[in-house]
């Protein structure tokens, strides 16, 4: 196995070395092999990952060779309200042997709640999608703006350059950018704190956006040909009777999965969720969502699905080829 050697972003523009992540070599592709028709069998799958597209650290041929070298097999890129890193990171998966799936993790509001939905797409963007992207790119940049005057206040001089500086790139910057700015101006020691006291939930730079609703951002996924998922339903604080209406909701607006795993989690609340999944007969997806090599998950890494009836994602009609 060879060595490649992948770098961090960081705010200065240049890419530090972060050491030796195991890569195999060109010659070694990975092997297509058919995905199970059971989530408690299944290996080498993750379906939400991040780029550099969004607040990812990694380009999106990074990744794909970083999934490469960890065995993966079936990945889908799902970076924040853009598929901006989709060419790159097929390029990359077509010459690994890696089955790539397209999405895009949009930011949208349900019930006073912002929540987060995976539009997986089996073709090129289409339909309303393409306007619903550009207008979220449009409201990234809104916040932002008032994201970096907020930390102003708190003593970040020129939040939004900085906070640009760190993104490397011209993209729409998210909460992450502003957290590594912190951290470069020392205002806080790391990310965790600067989340913790000025841009978690509730905080001074969590500025609330008036994203989409629900119903509208899953009717961009299914005009595009796409199926939407739910993300990370247990992140959101909500009780379990609350996460049902969600769910109902989720399913009225035309909503067909949801990620049952995400990253690691307890497993008697994964296996009460597929109970919530299995009654409304909702398809289940899984994945890491993975920003950052050297934290807690790399792709691939998450809790074991619970043994359950539901059918995994990948089974759905218009995801066919991609399961192989």
Not at 209 to 227: E, K, N, Q, T
Request: some cysteine.
């Amino acid at each position: 196995m060879a060595q490649a050697e992948l770098a961090l972003t960081r705010c200065e523009g240049a890419r530090t070395i972060t050491g030796p992540i195991l890569t195999k070599t060109p010659a070694g592709v990975m092997p297509m092999i058919a995905l199970p028709d059971s989530l408690d069998a299944v290996a080498g799958v993750d379906l939400h990952m991040h780029s550099t597209a969004s607040d990812g650290a990694l380009l999106p041929a990074e990744l794909m060779a970083l999934c490469h070298g960890r065995g993966l097999s079936h990945v889908a890129l799902t970076d924040h309200d853009t598929v901006a890193g989709m060419a790159e990171a097929a390029a990359a998966a077509d010459r690994l042997g890696l089955k790539l799936l397209a999405g895009s993790e949009l930011s949208v509001q349900w019930r006073g709640v912002n929540i987060h939905v995976l539009g997986y797409l089996p073709a090129d963007v289409q339909g309303t999608l393409i306007e619903g992207l550009a207008a979220q790119a449009e409201a990234r940049e809104r916040r932002s703006v008032e994201i970096a005057k907020r930390l102003e206040a708190i003593g970040l001089d020129d939040a939004l350059a900085r906070a640009r500086a760190c993104a490397g790139s011209a993209r729409p910057l998210g909460r992450p950018d502003f957290a590594r700015a912190l951290v470069e101006a020392g205002l806080v020691p790391d990310m965790a704190a600067a989340f913790k006291r000025y841009l978690g939930a509730g905080k001074r730079g969590d500025v609330k956006m008036h994203w989409p609703y629900l119903s509208a951002a899953i009717g961009w996924v299914r005009d595009a040909g796409g199926v939407a998922s739910l993300a990370h339903p247990l992140r959101y604080g909500l009780t379990r009777r609350k996460r049902g209406l969600l769910l109902d909701d989720f399913a009225a607006a035309g909503g067909e999965s949801v990620e049952l795993i995400s990253g690691f989690q307890n497993p008697d609340l994964s296996s009460d969720l597929a109970r919530q999944l299995n009654e409304r007969g909702l398809y289940a997806s899984l994945g890491s969502d993975f920003h950052f090599p050297g934290g807690p998950l790399a792709p691939g890494s998450m809790s074991a699905a619970p043994r359950t009836p539901v059918a995994p994602l990948w089974r759905h009609p218009r995801l066919a080829a991609f399961a192989g």
